[in-house]
């Protein structure tokens, strides 16, 4: 498939999550990527506290800004740091102090819940963000699979002022029949505002670069890339 041409989220900062472990590989994806179309990358390495107990905002800017010096500039690509904040038990004390929070120049900022159950304070979540001046996005809908029995609730997401943001790899259908149905949902329903890489290895790119989506579906994914 064709990749987005301004990648949203991807954790190709290296040496910092569960994403890419050397520099080198985030610089090749980056050059590949390049050569592919993608002008401008959003870095979004996961804030979870749960896992990664000692990262902080502050570290990856650290990263970021030693990192980016070593993409060359004849490469074209405009880069950024944000975050991909997991809505953890007290999520919302973070929202209290909106200065330490990795986000877009224009406020959105990118959040997700666990694959496994949905986080109890999501909705008072989204809520203080968006009281905060926030614009968030919740990353990958379709790969919340509990949902499936209940679509209707990414509607009252966006009607929340919450944005979704597809997944590339899931239009593989890699993620099952239930990650489909609400993926489907979604598309035919124009409720997705974004595609992006989610990107967390080489082999993951040369998968996204190799599908072929589904032509009753490509055209629905076309125009948000
Ligand atoms: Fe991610």
Redesign the pocket.
């Known amino acids: 498939m064709k990749l987005p041409s301004r990648d949203i989220?991807n954790?190709l900062l290296p040496g910092v999550d569960d994403g890419f472990h050397h520099a080198e590989d985030s610089l090749h994806a980056i050059e590949k990527m390049a050569a592919a179309g993608v002008k401008e990358f959003i870095f979004?390495p996961?804030m979870n506290p749960d896992v990664y107990p000692d990262e902080s905002e502050e570290h990856f800017r650290q990263v970021y800004d030693e990192f980016v010096k070593r993409i060359p500039a004849e490469w074209g690509v405009q880069t950024s740091l944000a975050a991909?904040y997991m809505v953890v038990k007290d999520f919302e004390r973070r929202v209290e102090h909106p200065e330490t929070l990795l986000h877009w120049p224009d406020m959105t900022i990118l959040i997700?819940m666990s694959y496994y159950f949905k986080s109890d304070n999501i909705e008072q979540a989204v809520f203080e963000l968006v009281m905060a001046g926030f614009r968030p996005i919740l990353?990958h809908p379709e790969r919340y699979l509990y949902q499936a029995s209940d679509v209707g609730w990414f509607d009252h997401m966006k009607d929340m002022g919450c944005r979704l943001q597809m997944n590339c790899m899931s239009l593989s259908g890699c993620y099952g029949p239930a990650s489909v149905k609400i993926m489907a949902h979604l598309l035919k329903h124009d409720l997705y505002d974004f595609v992006a890489t989610?990107l967390h290895t080489l082999g993951q790119l040369q998968k996204i670069q190799d599908l072929k989506i589904d032509r009753k579906l490509s055209g629905l994914v076309e125009k948000l890339l």
Do not use: Q
């Open positions: 989220h954790h979004t996961h991909e997700e990353a989610d």
